[in-house]
């Protein structure tokens, strides 16, 4: 009988190079938190023998990530430090993946997600992992009263005076604006056969017009400004760190429109210039607001639009049909109950920024120090949030607006408790209990125009953190949060005290060394002084 | 009205950062239907505690005024207290999302720079003005109230 032999293949560098990424992007520390999903490298270019820094994107959750390589202007150092300022959720990474791959082929994105779930800090901390620490996307954020002319662009008249200045804008404001501009574009779009300078002198003799009908001076001079899209196209970030702008030329920059649920059918209009050919962002766009002339996109434009789900606002619409087919439409779900967890844990255990170096005045205890205090809270909170969140969503009594909290709610409590604490009389220790409640009342409910939510709310705090429903297992034994808090902060405080007394006996030793010391050189000067001791032994008193 | 709460409210606004972004708030004051308490007594009740200004945004001022005297307060380490009378426009909006988001101004061709951002320096704040009514009926943008931490209520 032959032997079975198992067949023996050799990995190209590529694939130990894939296997060596992938398993970076899947690393997980000792208690099994996420350490990968984004990993900076320093690579040779084949084709131009150079250094250059790259990033590699992937989900760590995924068994099999998808890892898009992009380059980038950060270095080690800020990439790493950036890292730290993101919370290892799985939609995170999801969301993160989608953009790299976006990104990568200049395809346009739309994120639709709720609130809480990251759209606006996660394009901020994307555009910084591409361009470095502080570098921040061109934002714009769409209202039902976002101008056209915000977007694409506009002529601005240098108005001297106030009155002037004041029925420029009078006129902007109405309804008859948008008519009139609209009509002036669509006699420019119609005259095809006019150049470029014809049909600039086409649009000011109508501007000139309009002026006139509104009270200003018939000579009114004109200035043209690009909006927020050619702007991106054309952005070119200089090494410096300041923006130019070149219309041709240009690099091209990160774009963010935001809410764009929001935008009226106007502006959806001029969003869909963006669409280029097999789904990428167009090459160019041309804008009848100078002539005709067209903008180019750099090769690093990129274009994101985020929004809410409509079901979570009265006044939202549906993304208008006609962009969502134009781009790659990214669809979140709410932000999972683990996913939450984790957030309220990182807040409250104070991993995402710097600690304070000293304690901060209004601190009784440093909790940032203690973990085991900040994980016990997490869960305190991360409940008391999710609650909260599901009665807001169904909207509040005396008010139209509905307000689903974010993830912000939870950082501003967690960041406020470190130095607003309240003092226990009795024991003249923390008291986390009565401090949680106060801060909680302050940015949760506080807030709330629905009286009787806030008294239901303040009930079932209280019942979380006192009653019986709350109770969990601790140690063995059955206790509510409140005798958790109590034992952890007694602790800690312990511990702080004997840190104390320690510290306290340390500098009494070296004190009385110092003392013990000083008093030695007294005796050994006024020997020196002493004319009866032989100069031999003041010479080796003075050596020692 | 709540002396307390108003110093806490004060008081957070100044020294809370959130994580991870360490940015400040801008600060909501709400007046309730029923209250009779002025805005200027409440804006004097905080000139005596931070050094502010009040500015009121109404059919006879300009967006772009508001942003020129944002950035003017700026450069005075000054905190605004901007009483709202008319719906927000875009271009304020805009500024507004942009220091809630990233304690930023981020304008377009302004002082000759094709893209410029002004940061809020540490010792300033926003603080918006307005009526309960006001912001339920005539703003028309539907996240307002998500654009501030701190909320006080006024009843």
Known sequence: ?544 | MDKEKLEQFIRLLQKTCKQPSQTFDLGLIVKEPKSEVDSKDIFEKIKNKVDSERIIYDKLTTDEDIIEKIIELFEKNKWLFLEIKKDISSPLLNQLKHLANHNVLQLLDYQGKDLSEIKMPENCRIIIFAERDFIENKITYPHFYRLFGPTLSIK
């Not at chain 1, 006044?315 to 781009?327: K, Q």
């Not at chain 1, 006192?466 to 034992?487: A, N, P």
């Not at chain 1, 013990?516 to 050994?524: A, F, H, L």
């Open chain 1, 1 to 544: 009988m032959p032997e079975k032999f198992e067949t023996i293949r050799f990995k190209s560098p590529e694939e130990l190079k894939e296997e060596e990424i992938e398993a970076k992007i899947k690393e997980r520390g000792p208690e099994g938190e996420i350490l990968g999903g984004i990993i900076f490298e320093e690579e040779i270019d084949p084709e131009t023998q150079e250094k250059k820094k790259y990033l590699y994107f992937g989900n760590p959750y995924k068994e099999r990530p998808v890892i898009i390589k992009l380059e980038t202007e950060a270095n080690k150092e800020e990439i790493e430090a950036i890292k730290k300022e993101i919370i290892p959720m799985e939609e995170s990474f999801e969301i993160l993946e989608a953009m790299a791959r976006t990104y990568k082929h200049r395809q346009p994105l739309l994120i639709e997600g709720p609130t809480a779930i990251g759209k606006t800090y996660l394009t901020e901390k994307f555009t910084e992992m591409l361009y470095g620490d502080g570098v921040k996307p061109l934002d714009f954020y769409c209202s039902g009263q976002t101008d056209v002319s915000e977007l694409m662009a506009k002529w601005v008249p240098k108005v001297e005076t106030e009155e002037d200045k004041r029925k420029w804008n009078e006129f902007l404001e109405s309804a008859q604006a948008q008519i009139e501009i609209s009509k002036i574009a669509q006699e420019v779009e119609q005259k095809e056969k006019l150049s470029q300078e014809q049909k600039l002198v086409l649009i000011h003799s109508r501007l000139q017009e309009l002026a006139k009908s509104i009270g200003l001076s018939e000579r009114t001079q004109w200035r043209f400004q690009y909006g927020a899209v050619p702007k991106a196209m054309g952005l070119t970030r200089n090494p410096n760190g300041t923006f130019s702008f070149d219309e041709q030329k240009g690099m091209g920059f990160i774009l963010h429109i935001e809410e764009v649920g929001l935008a009226e059918p106007q502006v959806i209009n001029a969003l869909l210039k963006l669409r280029g050919k097999r789904g990428r962002l167009a090459e160019e766009i041309q804008l009848w607001e100078d002539g005709g002339k067209k903008v180019k996109s750099g090769p690093k434009c990129w274009v994101v639009f985020s929004t809410n789900p409509p079901e979570e606002y009265l006044a939202r619409n549906e993304v208008d049909p006609a962009l969502a087919r134009g781009v790659v439409f990214k669809r979140m779900g709410e932000l999972s109950g683990v996913s939450l967890r984790l957030a309220s844990n990182y807040y409250f255990t104070y991993k995402l920024g710097e600690k304070p170096k000293e304690k901060p005045e209004g601190c009784i205890l440093d909790i940032y120090n203690y973990p085991e205090i900040g994980r016990e809270i997490s869960k305190v909170v991360s409940v008391f949030h999710n609650d909260l969140n599901k009665e807001l969503k169904k909207g509040e009594k005396g008010r139209q607006q509905r307000i689903p909290l974010t993830l912000d709610d939870m950082a501003r409590v967690a960041d406020a408790l470190v130095d607003e604490q309240i003092r226990d009389k009795k024991t003249g220790q923390f008291d986390l209990t009565e401090s949680l409640k106060n801060l909680i009342n302050f940015y949760y409910l506080d807030r709330l125009a629905d009286e009787e939510l806030k008294e239901t709310m303040i009930a079932n705090l209280d019942e979380l953190l006192t009653g019986d429903t709350g109770k969990i297992e601790f140690e063995g034994k059955v206790l509510t949060r409140k005798e958790i808090f109590d034992i952890l902060v007694e602790r800690a405080s312990t511990i702080k005290t004997k840190e104390k007394l320690e510290a306290e006996k340390k500098r009494e030793e070296e004190r009385k060394l110092k003392q013990i010391k000083y008093d030695s050189q007294d005796k050994i000067d006024s020997l020196s002084k002493n004319p009866r001791i032989p100069e031999s032994i003041k010479k080796f008193l003075a050596s020692e």
